[in-house]
Nanobody
Framework: QVQLVESGGGLVQPGGSLRLSCAAS????????MGWYRQAPGKQREFVAQ???????HYADSVKGRFTISRDNTKNTVTLQMNSLKPEDTAVYYC??????????WGQGTQVTVSS
């Protein structure tokens, strides 16, 4: 019923930038928050950034100052601008949506690789 379409992943050199986007559609009555998680090989999935419907934003300490999250509430899209990328940022990035009925949805993930 709920679809999350992610785009923008790819290969970039250290210090470079990428922009990830996620569009939510389907039977979501009301979105509370949209955000991003990531999972590197052999590691647990970790929180990256989140923005609520009211515009409140939180970042993981590891990306604060380098990543910027934004949302278009009309289109139900969320964007993650990633600057000053490091090899440690290499991971599969997953879009996450939380609705006001305690539902949670995930995208399929998009690969981000930071390497020389």
């Amino acid at each position: 019923q709920v679809q999350l379409v992610e785009s923008g992943g790819g290969l970039v050199q250290p210090g470079g930038s990428l922009r990830l986007s996620c569009a939510a559609s389907g039977s979501i009555f009301s979105i509370y928050a949209m955000g991003w998680y990531r999972q590197a090989p052999g590691k647990q999935r970790e929180f990256v950034a989140q923005i609520t419907n009211g515009g409140r934003i939180h970042y993981a300490d590891s990306v604060k100052g380098r990543f910027t999250i934004s949302r278009d509430n009309t289109k139900n899209t969320v964007t993650l601008q990633m600057n000053s990328l490091k090899p440690e940022d290499t991971a599969v990035y997953y879009c996450n949506v939380a609705d006001n009925s305690a539902g949670e949805y995930w995208g399929q993930g998009t690969q981000v690789t930071v390497s020389s």
